[in-house]
C-alpha cells in the first residue's frame, strides 16, 4: 500500500442525484453514540475530535440519522462541523422510533416523518437536507403516503435528493413511481450479497448504493484470506474489504463508521489499497465459500 497523505478524494467521485459530488469514501455516524445507540457517547471529546477530522481527510460525506441516539448523531454532527466547510454533504434519516437501546420500530405516518425531518433540519441546522432517506419502509403504513409527505417537503425546499434504506427492487419500482430515488442504503458487504440485484437497479439508474454494515470477515477460513491479501498490500482485513467494496461498483458509496480517530485514519487509508485480478478472484471465492 502506498504511503502517501490519506485522502477520501482517492476513491473517486460520485455525483449524488446527477449535480452533488461526493468523495466516495464517506462515515457513518452512527457508531459516535453510546451502548445499543442509545444517549451519548462515552467519549465526546473523541466523538467530536472524529467528526473534526473528516474534512481534513477528505471525507465529505456523513450518513446519520434521527435514531442513532435519538438524535445525539445529529447534535454532534452539528456542534463538530458548523458550520458546515464548503462541499460537506450531510445525509440523514427518518422513519425509526427508539423505544429504547437496541430496540427499533419502523413508523412511516405521514405526519410522524414530517416532524422527524423538521426535527433533523433543526439538530443540524440547515434549511435544507442535501440526502433525506426513509429508514424503513413500514408494511403497516401504504408506501404512497410515506413517500407522499416527503415528495411534498422535497417540493418545498426542505429535501434536495431523496433516498430509501433495506429495500427491495420490486419496492424501488413502486417507489420509483411516486419519487425520484438518488441513493439506497441496503445491508451488503463481501459476505453478504443478497442485494446485488438492487445494486444493479442503482447503476442501472445512476442512483448511489450505500452499504451498512460494510466490513465482515466471514469464516475463519475467509478471514486468513482477507489477511494474507492484506498482507501483499502491507493493509488490514478491514481496509481489504472496504476496498473490495469500491472496486466492486462505481456507484458504491462506503460508509465505515468508528469512534476513534485512529480507526477513522485506518478507514480512509483504504482508498490506497489497489486490489488486482488476483486479489478479486480470491475474494469472490470467499462469497461462494460462504453460499
Known amino acids: 500500500m502506498k504511503k502517501e497523505k490519506v485522502n477520501a478524494a482517492q ?20 457508531r459516535i453514540t453510546g451502548a445499543g445507540i442509545w444517549g451519548p457517547p462515552t467519549n465526546k471529546t473523541e466523538a467530536l475530535r472524529v467528526l473534526r477530522c473528516l474534512p481534513e481527510l477528505g471525507v465529505n460525506f456523513v450518513d446519520t ?14 456542534e463538530a462541523l458548523y458550520p458546515y466547510p464548503k462541499g460537506m454533504v450531510i445525509a440523514t434519516k ?13 413508523n412511516g405516518k405521514p405526519e410522524y416523518l414530517l416532524e422527524a425531518l423538521k ?29 407522499g409527505v416527503l415528495k411534498d417537503a422535497q417540493q418545498q425546499g426542505l429535501i434536495k435528493y431523496f433516498g430509501l434504506s433495506e429495500v427491495s427492487v420490486e419496492q424501488l419500482d413502486k417507489a420509483a413511481q411516486i419519487i425520484d430515488i438518488a441513493s439506497v442504503q441496503n445491508m451488503y458487504n463481501l459476505i453478504e450479497r443478497r442485494w446485488e440485484d438492487v445494486l444493479t437497479w442503482c447503476e442501472e439508474h445512476q442512483a448511489g448504493f450505500i452499504p451498512w454494515y460494510p466490513l465482515s470477515a466471514g469464516s475463519i477460513d475467509s478471514q486468513e484470506i482477507i489477511g494474507s491479501i492484506g498482507a501483499k498490500h502491507g493493509a488490514s482485513g478491514y481496509q481489504v474489504a472496504l476496498a473490495w467494496l469500491l472496486q ?10 468508528t469512534s476513534t480517530t485512529n480507526h477513522l485514519e485506518e478507514n480512509v487509508a483504504a482508498v490506497q489499497v489497489e486490489l488486482d485480478e488476483e486479489d478479486l478472484s480470491k475474494l469472490n471465492e470467499i462469497y461462494h465459500m460462504q453460499k
Open 65 to 78: 440519522a434521527d435514531s442513532y441516539g435519538p438524535d445525539v448523531s445529529e447534535e454532534l454532527i452539528a
Open 11 to 30: 476513491s473517486g467521485t460520485f455525483l449524488l442525484g446527477g449535480d452533488l459530488p461526493i468523495n466516495r469514501m464517506g462515515f457513518g455516524a452512527m
Open 119 to 147: 426535527g433533523s433540519l433543526k439538530r443540524l441546522k440547515v434549511d435544507r437536507i442535501d440526502l433525506y432517506q426513509l429508514h424503513r419502509i413500514d408494511p403497516e403504513v401504504p408506501m404512497e403516503d410515506s413517500l
Open 94 to 106: 427518518g422513519g425509526f422510533m427508539r423505544p429504547g437501546p437496541n430496540k427499533w420500530k419502523p
Open 248 to 257: 466492486h461498483s462505481p456507484v458504491m458509496l462506503p460508509i465505515p463508521g
